[in-house]
């Protein structure tokens, strides 16, 4: 008798568990198959230093700019931003969520690596604009072993140029790592962000 029940308890949590697998499987879909834009930045620091009040290099004050020309040498540079991310699953009717527990990322202009970054600490993904709150440090894309000035260029032209048709094509690249109930599981691939 007492067999028979162990087997019951077992046969009832192998069908939890491929209940819980099947969903984890079914979200990791939703989420990758979701079409992903950035809906805007509230807030950019790089080494503490707001980047959305500055339009021109007389905008630095000098000490801002001594800082900022020191960690781009070095290629030491950190990021702290709010920005918005908008999720559209296809199927917007589910109540679906995610936690991503380590997201790499690269920015491409006219489709060179220009900047990639890591973030470590958790953040929670939903149907619909997300809030996010990153801190991040970013690496210049280098050449013979040092940081590439011209992609920095390229980047602040594109902070400066009012006219869009001038601008590079700008591509945000994400590659999430998610909490899943049998683990952290990477992405295989990159997601495309496009604003």
């Known amino acids: 008798m007492k067999l028979i029940k162990n087997i019951n308890y077992l046969l009832v949590f192998c069908v939890l568990a491929l209940s819980i697998s ?47 020309f020191s960690a781009v040498s070095d290629n030491k540079l950190a990021a702290n931003s709010t920005l918005g991310l908008n999720v559209e699953l ?7 969520s995610m936690t991503v527990t380590q997201l790499k990322w690269q920015l491409l202009l ?12 958790p953040v929670e993904l939903r149907n619909g604009l997300n809030t996010l ?3 991040t440090p970013v690496l210049l894309a280098e050449e013979n072993g040092r ?3 011209n992609n920095l260029l390229g980047l602040l032209g594109l902070l400066n140029n009012q006219d869009k048709s001038k601008r590079p094509e700008v591509v945000l690249q994400i590659k999430p790592t998610i909490q899943t109930s ?3 599981v990477e992405f295989p691939s990159f997601i495309n962000i496009r604003q």
């Open 22 to 68: 099947c969903k984890t499987r079914d979200d990791l879909q939703a989420f990758k198959d979701a079409k992903y834009s950035l809906a805007g930045i509230d807030q950019l620091h790089l080494n503490g230093v707001s980047l959305l009040d500055k339009k021109r290099p007389e905008d630095f004050n000098f000490a801002e700019a001594a800082m900022l």
């Open 182 to 184: 049998v683990g952290p």
């Open 110 to 121: 006219n489709g060179k690596q220009t900047l990639s970054g890591l973030v470590n600490e």
């Open 90 to 96: 296809e199927d917007g009717s589910k109540e679906r």
């Open 147 to 149: 940081p590439d000035f």
């Open 133 to 135: 709150s990153i801190k």
